[in-house]
């Protein structure tokens, strides 16, 4: 069998949800195109309420698309449901494990619910992957929450599907714990599986993936390499502490200044156009005695900020 080109493909995808006695119909996914190469990691990046979880529930076969075409490893959701999904194991939000098995039961009912045969089992190697040998036996309840979240990773690898999907793998999980599973997916990232994980952490994204779509209200914003879609987001942050608190905003055009509600004055500018000594230079030019200095990386919202802007002039 020859490999197709994408793990999942979606043209034009469209999600409204009904209409309801409070609520107005809502375009959760406005004609979505995407293309996600076989062997990435791929993120799907954007605020909440963005339409991840809703184009990942239909890839899962939880929610019904409105209309549009999708692919799961070159097959159609609507004309072969079943292999479409067979080829997707998917870990959602939710901790959902059955506390009276243990890690192996709990993979081997799994395993039974896809109509895994015994011979094909990998129970072994999942919880050996997965680092949980040594919890094979014990309750569910006795294991920690980074072991439970693995143990929610080996669950949806059961059928050794070539895909599988993280929906917001790391929400409420410290930081050791994130790095870990982080290690975990780009373990199985090197055993050939296609990552897929929505996430609101630009930094996840950043770290983990090679191809990053942002999609914000229903639209992807943009789609490309990691690297490619960092150089394009080149806005920094000066946060200057003045020595005595700012009456009024200084004009330090062509940089964007703001008063933050601590008093800093936060001024934005461009990598490409200007260095941080010539952002203090125009600070101190305005006459702001500087008692205090730093920078910022641009979060999540500035982000959307410059690519929704920018994705509006384009489309203008
Ligand atoms: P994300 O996962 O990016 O946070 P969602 O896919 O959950 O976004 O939601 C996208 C939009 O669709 C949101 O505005 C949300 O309120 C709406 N939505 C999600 N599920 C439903 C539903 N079952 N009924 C009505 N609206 C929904």
Redesign the pocket.
């Given at each position: 069998m020859t490999l197709p080109d994408y793990a999942i493909e979606a043209r034009g995808l469209v999600?409204t949800?009904p209409a309801?006695k409070t609520?107005p119909a809502?375009a959760?996914?406005k004609g979505i195109d995407l293309q996600i190469p076989r062997g990435s990691i791929f993120g799907l990046l954007?605020?909440?309420?963005?339409?991840?979880?809703?184009?990942?529930?239909i890839l899962s076969g939880l929610?019904r698309k409105t209309s549009g075409k999708v692919l799961i490893w070159g097959r159609d959701i609507d004309e072969r449901p079943r292999e479409a999904r067979a080829a997707i194991g998917v870990v959602g939000q939710e901790i959902a494990t059955d506390v009276f098995f243990t890690p192996r039961e709990s993979l081997e009912v799994q395993a039974g619910l896809y109509g895994v045969p015994r011979r094909e089992r990998r129970t072994d190697v999942l919880l050996g992957a997965l680092g949980l040998s040594d919890k094979a036996d014990a309750y569910v309840r006795q294991l920690s929450g980074g072991m439970k979240r693995r143990l929610m990773v080996a669950k949806a690898m059961v059928h050794n599907p070539p895909v599988l999907i993280l929906?917001?793998p790391t929400a409420g999980v410290d930081v050791e714990l994130r790095r870990q599973l982080w290690a975990y997916v780009v373990s199985l990232n090197q055993l050939g599986v296609t990552v897929v994980l929505?996430t609101?952490y630009l930094e996840e994204a950043e770290e983990l993936c090679d191809t990053i779509a942002i999609?914000n209200r229903?639209e992807v914003v943009a789609c490309e390499p990691t690297s490619q879609l960092l150089r394009r987001l080149d806005s920094r942050t000066v946060v200057i502490t003045p020595t005595a608190p700012l009456t009024s905003i200084p004009d330090l055009a062509p940089y964007e200044a703001r008063l933050r509600p601590t008093g800093d004055l936060a001024v934005a500018f461009k990598t490409r156009e200007a260095g941080v000594e010539q952002v203090i230079a125009a600070v101190r030019a305005a006459g702001v005695q500087i008692r205090d200095l730093r920078t910022e990386d641009p979060d999540l919202e500035d982000v959307f900020v410059s690519l929704t802007s920018s994705h509006a002039e384009r489309a203008a």
């Open positions: 999600k949800y309801t609520t809502m959760a996914l954007g605020p909440n309420g963005a339409g991840k979880s809703t184009f990942i529930n929610t929906d917001e929505t609101h999609v229903g």
